[in-house]
């Protein structure tokens, strides 16, 4: 299809061990937005890409986390060392200035990636 | 911290009209009013905006205050399918990426 896709959709960890989730946009959108949600709370911002602007990494709760985008597509966000309190699930969206009457704020979301740190 | 303020949760009827409110007296005279909605194991979904006047889309309309302070999303018939988690959210539009900061939201229930 042609939304913003992201895998794995579940992953179950062992507290202390790296991990690895990805996003993959909507094609030639050039903004891409990392957030979280953890059990019972709203979405928390982590992470924003927009074009070769610098990110903005505001959001991210500890230097455990970094997230890349290659190549103005794919993301991957990285937490390193994983402990309880990361499980969540974690958010993926893209948006693009597109036309007159769309904007960036207009932002399409992926499914999730659920994030369970035993 | 969520520039909005919104009921916990509301319950509507099938085929009723449901109204969301939401407060945001803080607003700025260049921020939108932006409304998500949260399906159960889903990602957000966008719904509607807007800046002053109301607004209507095939999803919801929005009715905003003459003052800008509050705002309504209204669903004109609900289904059951409707039945999630609703986001006021305000932010700049046009200048960039800008990160949404969502609050707790409104748990919609729409009963059969």
């Known amino acids: 299809g042609a939304g913003v896709s992201q895998s794995p959709s579940n992953k179950v960890t062992e507290k202390g061990k790296d991990v690895e989730l990805r996003c993959d946009p909507i094609s030639g959108h050039t903004a891409l937005y990392w957030y979280r949600q953890s059990l019972g709370q709203g979405l928390e911002f982590l992470i924003y890409?927009?074009?070769?602007?610098?990110?903005?990494k505001s959001g991210l709760p500890s230097d455990r986390f970094s997230a890349e985008r290659t190549g103005g597509s794919v993301s991957t966000l990285t937490i390193q060392r994983t402990q309880q309190e990361d499980s969540a699930v974690y958010l993926c969206a893209s948006s693009s200035r597109g036309g007159f009457e769309s904007s960036y704020n207009e932002q399409f979301f992926g499914p999730g990636t659920r994030l369970t740190v035993l | 911290d969520a520039k909005t303020t919104q009921p916990t949760s509301m319950d509507c009827a099938e085929g009723r009209a449901a109204n969301l409110p939401c407060n945001h007296s803080?607003?700025?005279?260049?921020?939108?009013v932006y409304w998500y909605r949260q399906i159960h194991s889903q990602g957000p979904q966008y719904i509607i905006h807007g800046l002053k006047n109301n607004e209507t889309n095939e999803m919801a309309s929005l009715i905003i205050t003459e003052d800008r302070k509050s705002s309504t999303l209204i669903l004109p018939h609900a289904t059951l399918r409707d039945t999630a988690v609703y986001y006021c959210?305000?932010?700049?539009?046009?200048?960039?990426?800008?990160?949404?900061?969502f609050g707790q939201g409104t748990r919609l229930t729409i009963n059969p």
């Open positions: 803080t607003i700025s005279g260049n921020e939108y």
């Open positions: 890409f927009q074009g070769n602007s610098a990110p903005d």
């Open positions: 959210i305000v932010s700049l539009r046009g200048q960039g990426a800008q990160k949404l900061v």
